[in-house]
């Protein structure tokens, strides 16, 4: 009965082997003039996506790792469907980049420091996410419900169209 | 005192403008193959980017319209900061966009259809909002945390540095 032992010892050896590479690139993403995170996506035990923060160097404010890594996984499996695909991020994702590990379907998620530690450093992703748990009206963000009816209108005609691609 | 009346009424006419414009991006984007949701992202009276959802076409999870609307204003305007830009949305941002709305310093945002309604027509919006707000132990979505020393370094090392651009 060896191999279940060997088998799970192996699997946590990779798992190290793909949050060290995420480290990696957050530690030299830093001197490259991007923010301190690193987003690593496995398939069956290859790496399928390997980058780092950079909304300062390319001002995008949506280039985070992981959703950086997202579109270049999708990119080089054409697809938007990354189900069976592991995520490694060097740090517990924003609300922004767990939307987008949702939407991707991604398998399993790994991460290492907090929310509550880059919220240390400066991020807001520790405000951003208590934003969240408030009703619209009680959020910093000025945010107004606009009542129109077409708006609704356009879901009727995608719900009655039968030739779409659902995601 | 006839003034602030008519700007208030100014201001509403240009409000429904802009929303009835996300909302014919969405209807017009289900006949291109895309999903039904629009944005559009007006600066001072101007209209710096107006996007549809690009998921399937583009092979792009995060291609919703909020996300393309954000890269392609920041493109356009050379930053990663949209301070003072408002943003129409055609449905409820998904927690995806709507972090991604804090983060890009949106000003403002209008939304029309709400995250029930999105769900309705089988989108998961609602579904990842209820994922949010569960410890992530409870989650659908399985979620590793790594304890591991390296991680943290590099908060340490952006901590210390002078010359960082903070975002």
Chains 1, 2 share one sequence.
Not at 66 to 93: F, M, Q, V, W
Not at 146 to 151: C, D, E, F, H, P
Request: hydrophobic share 40%; aromatic share 10%.
């Amino acid at each position: 009965m060896q191999e279940p032992i060997y088998s799970f010892t192996k699997t946590a050896m990779m798992e190290k082997k793909y949050m060290d590479l995420a480290i990696e690139l957050s530690i030299a993403n830093i001197h490259n003039g991007g923010g301190p995170f690193g987003a690593v996506i496995v398939k069956e035990g290859e790496i399928i996506a390997a980058s780092a923060n950079s909304v300062v160097p390319s001002n995008d404010p949506t280039a985070h790792a992981e959703i950086n890594a997202i579109r270049d996984a999708c990119r080089k499996l054409g697809t938007h469907d990354l189900s069976g695909c592991d995520l490694y991020a060097s740090c517990e994702p924003c609300p922004m980049c767990l939307g987008a590990i949702y939407w991707a379907r991604i398998s399993r998620l790994y991460y290492a420091n907090t929310k509550d530690d880059a919220g240390n450093i400066g991020f807001d992703d520790s405000f951003i996410y208590s934003e969240f748990a408030l009703p619209y009206q009680e959020r910093k963000l000025p945010t107004i419900r606009m009542i129109n009816t077409k708006a609704i209108e356009a879901f009727q005609i995608w719900e009655k169209k039968e030739d779409k691609t659902k995601y």
